[in-house]
T-cell receptor, first 115, second 113 residues
Framework: DTAVSQTPKYLVTQMGNDKSIKCEQN?????MYWYKQDSKKFLKIMFS???????INETVPNRFSPKSPDKAHLNLHINSLELGDSAVYFC??????????????FGNGTRLTVT | QQPVQSPQAVILREGEDAVINCSSS?????VHWYRQKHGEAPVFLMI?????EQKGHEKISASFNEKKQQSSLYLTASQLSYSGTYFC??????????????FGKGTKLSVKP
């Protein structure tokens, strides 16, 4: 019974390619997120979606676009991949609209390597 | 806005205690604590919402000093399973961060036999 699942676990691709990472949660949570963890382990919020609406969009390049077909899914599309995009991307969800008082549940991460 | 965690790393022997601190330059509404083992996802430990609040989770507890804008995580009688990187995530009281948690850089805890 995986709560937050994301695929693929590993993604190796060349510069300039376009790729997608999928995320699904079966917790019935209202909000889903994408976090990027760089080589120094810094966790940075990229996007959050609440009831299919983008409510927060941090200053990430517009090559990154979240897409949510429904409340349980939030996919991440990345166009024209660059070397600096190499990182671990975590999907997460929380019960309420803000994680201030609601725990974040993370997926197992997707390690993206751009060569 | 990023909270500062200290120490950056700590090495313990089984059974020893440790304290990890998280300090913010901004007024806080909440503090979260997560543990991440190597190659795995961060796992939620606890949330502290009120100034002066303390919580316990087995032998791991935490306090939140609202006035000092800081939180501390206490690990007592450490076990090998406590090894990992501990992150605090802060929710700002006034604006900023657009409702998201801001994570510290983490504290790497290693427990040796």
């Amino acid at each position: 019974d995986t709560a937050v699942s994301q695929t693929p676990k590993y993604l190796v691709t060349q510069m300039g390619n376009d790729k997608s990472i999928k995320c699904e949660q079966n917790l019935g949570h209202d909000t889903m997120y994408w976090y990027k963890q760089d080589s120094k382990k810094f966790l940075k919020i990229m996007f959050s979606y609440n009831n299919k609406e983008l409510i927060i969009n941090e200053t990430v390049p517009n090559r990154f676009s979240p897409k949510s077909p429904d409340k349980a899914h939030l996919n991440l599309h990345i166009n024209s991949l660059e070397l600096g995009d190499s990182a671990v991307y975590f999907c997460a969800s929380s019960q309420e609209g803000t994680p201030y008082n609601s725990p974040l549940h993370f997926g197992n991460g997707t390690r993206l390597t751009v060569t | 806005q990023q909270p500062v965690q200290s120490p950056q790393a700590v090495i313990l022997r089984e059974g020893e205690d440790a304290v990890i601190n998280c300090s913010s330059s901004k007024a806080l509404y909440s503090v979260h604590w997560y543990r991440q083992k190597h190659g795995e996802a961060p796992v939620f430990l606890m949330i502290l919402l009120k100034g002066g609040e303390q919580k316990g989770h087995e032998k791991i507890s935490a306090s939140f000093n609202e006035k000092k804008q800081q939180s501390s995580l206490y690990l007592t009688a450490s076990q090998l399973s406590y090894s990992g990187t501990y992150f605090c995530g802060t929710g700002l009281l006034y604006g900023g961060s657009q409702g998201n948690l801001i994570f510290g850089k983490g504290t790497k805890l290693s427990v040796k036999p």
